[in-house]
C-alpha cells in the first residue's frame, strides 16, 4: 500500500553517513516532520567532505566517460602521476567498472549523462540558495568566480566545444584572450596561460569541513541526534529497516544510504550490487596564502585546481583508481604543488599538508539516488564523485521527496541505483 506524505511524516529515519550528502539529506528529512538519525563510523565530515576543494562547480556538467577522453586515457593511464591514472595493483578489480565506463562513454550515452547532469545541477544551485537561507549561512559561501585557464591557442580552440555545452544549458560565462585580459581577473598567472573561460556564478565554500559542521550543528540544534558507528548490515522486516552496527542494533521506518564511496557494501547485503568505484584524489592545504588568489583556478590540461580554503591555499585535483584499500601515493600531491609554484607566481610550494579523499564514483557520473528494488525502506543517496558538495542540496531534496512517496522535482529514472543491472544473486 502506497503511504501518503501526511503519513509518511511521522516516521523515524536513519541517515547513513555524515558527510555532506548524509547531512543535507538529513536536514531536508528533519525540515519536513521526521524523527532523523545520523549514523557515521568516524563523526561529522571525517571522510571526503573534510578534504574537497570547496567548490559547488556547477558548470562541470560532462561526464568523465566521453568519447574525448578514450583517446587521452591510455596516455594518462601509463603516467603514475598523470591526472588519471590507474593502480596496477588494482587493475583486475577494476575491469567490471570499466567495462561499464566504456558503453557510458558511447556517443548516445555521453548525450544522456550530460542532460541528466545538467538537470541537477540546475535543481542542486537553487537547492543551494535555499539551504543557504535556511541556515543563515551565507559568511561561510564565497561567490568569486571560476577561472578555467589553457596554454596556448590549439589547447583553448580544443575547449570550445566543452563551452559550448555550457552554452546549452544555460550557464553564463566569458571567453578570455590574452594575459594582459586574464590578469583584470586574476594576477600572477604564469604567461603561458594565455587563453581563459570564466565562470562569474561560481560559488566556493569558506572551508567544506566547517560547511558540513554548520548544517549539521543545525540539525541537532532543531532536535537531530548525530551517533557514532559503523553499520556493517542492513535488513528489510515488516515495516522498518534493521541496521547491525559494531555497536549494537538500531532500527528505523526508512533508512537513507549516503556513505560515499562504501556505501555499495552496503547495498550488497540487501542483494543489490551497484558499479560503485573510487576516485582517489590527492591535494596539499597551505595555512596561509603565498599568492593572492581571487577566483577558483582550474588547470583543466593538468588535472588540478586552486582554492581558497580559510586563510590558506588548497592545491589538489587528479584521478586515481585504486579502491579503498591501497596506501595512499602522496608523490601525487607533490607533483601538483610543483606545478603549481611553476604557474602561480610567487607561490610557496612548502609547509602544506598532504591529503587523499575518496571520491565515490559511478561510471556515468550520475549518482545513485532511488529506493532499493529488493528493499523499498532503503533509500540509496551516493556516487557522486567529485560533484558530492555540488550536488548535496539537490540530491537531499530529492531523498525528502522519494522518502515521502511523492514525485520528485525532476526525473530520477536516470539516476536509478540499478541502472547497470546489479540483482546480486
Known sequence: MTESPTQAKDRSIIVIGAGIVGVSAALALQQEGHAVTLLDRRG??????????????????????????????????????????????????????????????????????ISAQAQLMAL???????QIARVAGEPLIRREGQLQVYEGEAEYRASLPAWALRRQHGIAFDLIEGAEAIAEIQPGLAPRFTHAGFTPDWMNVVDPKLWTE?????????????????????????????????????????????????????????GDRIPLETERGYNTTFPTR?????????????????????????????VELGGLDL???????????????TFLQGFDGTGGTPWMGFRPSMPDSLPAVGRSPR??????AFGHGHLGLTQSAGTAELVADIAARRPPALDIAPYDPLRFGGLAG
Open 375 to 380: 528493499a523499498d525502506r532503503v533509500i540509496y
Open 124 to 130: 542542486s544551485r537553487h537547492a543551494l540558495e535555499r
Open 290 to 318: 603565498s599568492f593572492d588568489l581571487r577566483t577558483h583556478i582550474t588547470f583543466s590540461n593538468h588535472g588540478f585546481v586552486v582554492s581558497r580554503i580559510g586563510d590558506g591555499l588548497r592545491v589538489g585535483g587528479a
Open 214 to 270: 554548520h548544517l549539521a550543528a543545525r540539525f541537532t540544534a532543531l532536535g537531530g541526534v548525530i551517533e557514532t558507528a559503523e553499520v556493517l548490515s542492513l535488513a528489510q522486516t515488516d515495516g522498518a529497516v534493521e541496521l547491525t552496527t559494531g555497536a549494537g542494533q538500531h532500527r528505523a521506518d526508512q533508512v537513507v544510504v549516503a556513505a560515499g564511496a562504501w556505501s555499495h557494501r552496503l547495498a550488497r547485503t540487501l
Open 44 to 113: 561529522v565530515a571525517e571522510e571526503t567532505s573534510r578534504g574537497n576543494a570547496g567548490a559547488f562547480a556547477f558548470t562541470d556538467i560532462e561526464p568523465l566517460a566521453s568519447p574525448g577522453i578514450l583517446l587521452k586515457a591510455p596516455k594518462w593511464l601509463l603516467d603514475p602521476l598523470g591526472p588519471l591514472s590507474l593502480r596496477p595493483a588494482y587493475a583486475l578489480k577494476i575491469l567490471p567498472w570499466a567495462r561499464h565506463f566504456y558503453a557510458a562513454s558511447r556517443p548516445r550515452r555521453h548525450a544522456a549523462s
Open 327 to 341: 596506501a595512499p601515493s602522496y608523490k601525487r600531491s607533490e607533483v601538483l604543488v610543483q606545478k603549481a609554484v
